[in-house]
């Protein structure tokens, strides 16, 4: 059956003039503040609740004025993204058989416009006072306000904007291009976000022009329609939309901060459609609001007594309810100002679709989501007028379902709460996945280069938490910045980066365990300072001098490793071991042979023993990377991206003990140990401005000997005068605080835990509280272990914000592919 539809009087918009963020109707003065979102994930209680606390706070500063509340969401600046990343990469890798960097630029463009994912924005409007009748009658014949008016206006515009201002709101005042935007968006609810401002840059709007905000677009409605039509008239092809209008009916009490809820008004921001809010309510302090509860409390009286006087036992009920008047009133007579104050107001909620079979089911399931939280959401008739409120400047529609509220019940949905994660100027690597999804973006060199801080990035999670997946997403991107990268991957997946089109002409594999003899020489692997890199002599010899203590620490760590447990158990074992190792000077070209000459020619009977173990040991076939035979040029570290492997590499289970270890477990402990200093060759190979990118695996047994931790405080302390990344994966968050690196770490990615021990040492490197339930939020990361493209991790970023992060692969299906480890498809191990 065919309905009437009836289209509505394209009225003008209730406002008269802009200016600044100061607005104008025929009746009312409004001043528009902009409020920045607020962190809410990963927070304690008490931080929470401070939270709350502050934004109740504020709103008490505003009895005796009508605020209106605007919720809405701007999509990801995608091209001024793109744009910023484009210019702080200064020499993009460019290869003959893969996309070029500006296609790949396009490529991830695309990408984030198909995503649901969008900038939370919080606008506040407060009414200033209504227009005294000479100001009304003397604008209008001016077509603007008067000085008179706005010199009266100004103490109390300035008492506003230092309330909003205050910690707890902490808003500012909305400038002139940001009314504009808020203004179309609100005319054009549901259509695509405004792109074409006014291209005049200044801060009014007067009435003549006011009529543009409306042109642009069209409505229509049905008589008694559940929803109002849109259609966008500008120059490219018309846009249509549905918007259906709901409202907040009946709630009950409900916990402030809530542990099982997110806030009820940011509830939306979990739907994977956009959601906007639109509240307009009076803010009574608690004397101006206690007459209503008076009356009510009279009400109840007189029905206690009414029973009384029937000698009948009155219910429960009205007890409870007599009891929760009088708590209310002592609130409203003596409490304080944040717990007296109370909203008087309408919550409107939109939602759009592109048919209004998709935006009435949108509408069901804002309806249903709100169930569990126990509060009800009508879709009431009027439509047209309730899509008018939206609008800065227009008036209520209608009286029904206005709700008397606490303030602290308006500041436990915290409107502001939102995701705040990553830089905003590095590469895509995902989005937020918690209480909103938010594009993540990570610069390998924000924190050293911006921050001025370390750039050591831990990246730990048990096995098939993805941190193979995390480490080359981040390595590919840096790459496709120009930025030298070397991988050290013992078990090797990594390598199938090298073979990407984009990258392979750039890249080199590099299978230690076919090296050159010598490869891993102790001595050879711990770069020698360039005289280039320091700025006078004397740093030059500090640092010659501290390169050769880390050949003979590494030296003797390397020889310890070599040795059976029991050998090196004994006491003259660590004394013969450092004389024969000192003999040597830390010199760049010595060897492991010369330590055994050493130990031959002291004459000490345990020299003797120890030197027969070593050269046992050098006739194993890897042992020729540290012992060498001959004089064979080890690989350079010369190409953009180097990846290091060491296939067949059998590392020690942590729980056996190492007296228990195999031949070739205990071989391959100082193969990895000496592989991390040979990967860092490259970061001191090269010039110490040079932006530069190094990610060992397998960093968790580097803490169990002093030379690995050596490496790892080295690189943490260096990372930011050298402008290098150093991402270091390891399986357990106590391995990386137990080498003292805690103060060098600038960003954290922790994946799944599944022990609640490790997942408080995880929740400590993320520096978030422990003990209130986050434990069992590690525990559930990557649950789904098959699909590689459903990877997660709590970020900590370098500003401090932590929040759930999930890999985001789906715009890059090569590097998918690549990135692919999972035992099922590929017939290794799991992801890790």
């Not at 060199?445 to 999670?461: D, K, M, N």
């Amino acid at each position: 059956m065919s309905r009437s539809i009836d289209a509505p009087p394209q009225s003008r918009l209730a406002l008269r003039q802009i200016e600044g963020n100061l607005c104008f109707t025929a009746d009312e003065a409004w001043a528009w503040y902009v409020l920045p979102t607020q962190l809410w994930a990963f927070r304690s209680d008490g931080q929470r609740e401070q939270l709350m606390l502050g934004f109740a706070d504020g709103l008490s500063w505003l009895a005796g004025h009508r605020v209106h509340l605007r919720v809405t969401s701007r999509p990801y600046p995608t091209a001024t993204w793109a744009r910023q990343l484009d210019e702080l990469t200064t020499s993009p890798l460019d290869t003959a058989g893969g996309p070029s960097w500006s296609d790949h630029l396009v490529d991830m463009q695309r990408h984030l416009r198909t995503q649901t994912m969008a900038e939370k924005e919080i606008y506040l409007g407060v009414r200033v006072r209504s227009r005294a009748p000479s100001h009304r009658l003397l604008s209008t014949l001016r077509r603007r306000p008067t000085d008179i008016e706005h010199a009266r206006l100004l103490p109390e515009v300035e008492r506003i904007t230092e309330a909003v201002t205050l910690p707890g709101l902490d808003g500012r005042p909305a400038s002139a291009v940001e009314m504009e935007w808020l203004v179309r968006r609100s005319t054009g609810l549901g259509l695509p976000s405004p792109q074409d401002l006014s291209p005049v840059e200044q801060k009014l709007w007067t009435e003549d022009d006011l009529s543009t905000f409306e042109d642009r677009v069209e409505y229509q409605a049905a008589a008694l329609g559940r929803t109002v039509k849109l259609t966008s008239r500008t120059d490219r092809a018309p846009v249509e939309r549905h918007v259906a209008v709901l409202s907040v009916g009946r709630l009950e009490e409900m916990e402030a901060p809530d542990p099982a809820h997110e806030p009820w008004l940011s509830h939306t921001d979990r739907l994977p459609f956009p959601v906007e809010w639109s509240a307009q309510f009076d803010v009574l302090a608690g004397n101006d609001a206690r007459r209503t509860i008076q009356r009510k409390l009279l009400v109840v009286r007189d029905m206690q007594k009414h029973y009384a006087e029937h000698d009948l036992d009155e219910p429960l009920a009205l007890d409870r309810q007599a009891r929760h008047a009088r708590e209310v009133e002592d609130q409203m007579t003596r409490g304080a100002d944040v717990a007296s104050t109370r909203i008087h107001g309408w919550f409107r909620i939109a939602v759009a679709g592109r048919t209004e079979e998709e935006c009435l089911e949108r509408a069901r399931k804002v309806v249903t989501s709100y169930r569990s939280r126990r509060v009800t959401i009508e879709h009431p008739r009027g439509q047209f007028g309730l899509l008018r409120e939206f609008i800065p400047g227009e008036p209520v529609s209608t009286a029904a379902y206005r709700r008397r509220l606490p303030a602290l019940y308006v500041a436990a949905g915290v409107p502001s709460a939102s995701s705040r994660l990553g830089d905003r100027r590095g590469p895509y690597i995902g989005y937020t996945a918690g209480a909103s999804a938010r594009a993540v973006m990570f610069d390998t060199h924000y924190a050293t280069e911006v921050r001025e801080t370390s750039g050591l990035v831990p990246v730990v999670g048990g096995l098939g938490a993805g941190k193979s997946v995390l480490l080359g997403q981040i390595a590919y991107s840096a790459v496709r910045r120009g930025i030298p990268s070397i991988i050290l991957d013992p078990s090797g997946p990594l390598s199938r980066l090298t073979q990407l089109p984009d990258l392979a002409g750039a890249s080199q594999h590099i299978d230690l365990t076919t090296a050159a003899s010598g490869t891993l020489n102790p001595f050879e692997v711990v770069a020698t300072p360039a005289r280039s890199s320091f700025a006078d002599e004397d740093a030059h010899r500090e640092a010659e001098v501290l390169a050769a203590q880390d050949r003979k620490l590494l030296a003797m760590d390397v020889i310890k490793m070599l040795l059976p447990a029991s050998v090196d158990a004994m006491p003259q074992t660590a004394l013969v071991v450092s004389e024969a190792v000192r003999s040597t000077r830390g010199d760049a070209g010595a060897s492991l042979w010369d330590v055994v000459t050493h130990l031959d020619a002291m004459g000490n009977p345990h020299g003797k023993v120890v030197a027969d173990y070593l050269r046992d040991m050098a006739e194993l076939p890897l042992s020729r990377l540290f012992f060498p035979s001959t004089q064979g040029a080890a690989p350079r570290l010369s190409a953009t991206l180097t990846v290091l492997t060491m296939p067949g590499l059998v590392l020690p289970p942590r729980s056996v003990p190492r007296d228990h270890w195999s031949t070739s477990e205990q071989l391959a402990v100082p193969l990895l140990h000496l592989a991390s200093w040979f990967a860092t060759r490259a970061v001191y190979g090269r010039t110490m401005h040079e932006r530069k990118l190094v990610a060992l695996d397998e960093t968790h047994f580097l803490g169990e000997w002093s030379a690995g931790r050596a490496l790892f405080t080295r690189l943490g302390r260096d990372s930011r005068k050298w402008n290098t990344c150093v991402l270091a994966a390891s399986q357990n968050p106590s391995d990386v605080l137990g080498m003292d690196v805690a103060n060098f770490m600038s960003a954290a990615f922790v994946g799944r835990l599944e022990d609640d021990e490790t997942a408080r040492d995880g929740l400590r490197m993320l520096r978030v509280p422990t003990g209130v339930g986050y434990e069992r939020v590690l525990s559930t990361l990557s649950s789904g272990r098959g699909d590689s493209q459903f990877r997660e991790f709590v970020m900590r970023d370098v500003d401090g914000n932590v929040d759930k992060l999930r890999i985001d692969l789906t715009g890059n299906p090569d590097l998918l592919a690549a990135l692919n480890t999972t035992a099922a498809q590929r017939g290794s191990e799991d992801v890790a």
